[in-house]
Nanobody
Framework: QVQLVESGGGLVQPGGSLRLSCAASGFTLDYDYYAIGWFRQAPGKEREGLSCISSSVGSKYYIDSVKGRFTISRDNAKSTVYLQMNSLKPEDTAIYYC?????????????????????WGQGTQVTVSS
């Protein structure tokens, strides 16, 4: 059974940085065919896909609004995917989720649509405020 646990959220000032972690269990990041996505949901808004990383190929995808500020990475030995967030803005305030989807061999992340992801973590709150 796939389980995902996010951590690393908190309160940060505008311009600051946070690194979110997504610890995965129930599958191995480097051998199984999974893609991990990061999403966020702000109050009163729909869930938004931010970034994706595939397991076997290691391809990465970012939406335009976070490109250059956020970096997704993985540590296969720790079965953990990270989202490094720099130059944070108040509009980045949201609950951040990681999610997993099963993909085919050689899958390249080229989008991050929540409906394709079947396993979700509980979320971690990120608040950007002075």
């Amino acid at each position: 059974q796939v389980q995902l646990v996010e951590s690393g959220g908190g309160l940060v000032q505008p311009g600051g940085s946070l690194r979110l972690s997504c610890a995965a269990s129930g599958f191995t990041l480097d051998y199984d065919y999974y893609a991990i996505g990061w999403f966020r949901q702000a109050p009163g808004k729909e869930r938004e896909g931010l970034s994706c990383i595939s397991s076997s190929v290691g391809s990465k995808y970012y939406i335009d609004s976070v490109k250059g500020r956020f970096t997704i990475s993985r540590d296969n030995a720790k079965s953990t995917v990270y989202l490094q967030m720099n130059s944070l803005k108040p509009e980045d305030t949201a609950i951040y989720y990681c999610a997993a989807r099963i993909v085919h061999s050689g899958y390249v992340c080229d989008d991050v649509v929540s409906g394709y992801f079947g396993s979700w973590g509980q979320g971690t709150q990120v608040t950007v405020s002075s």
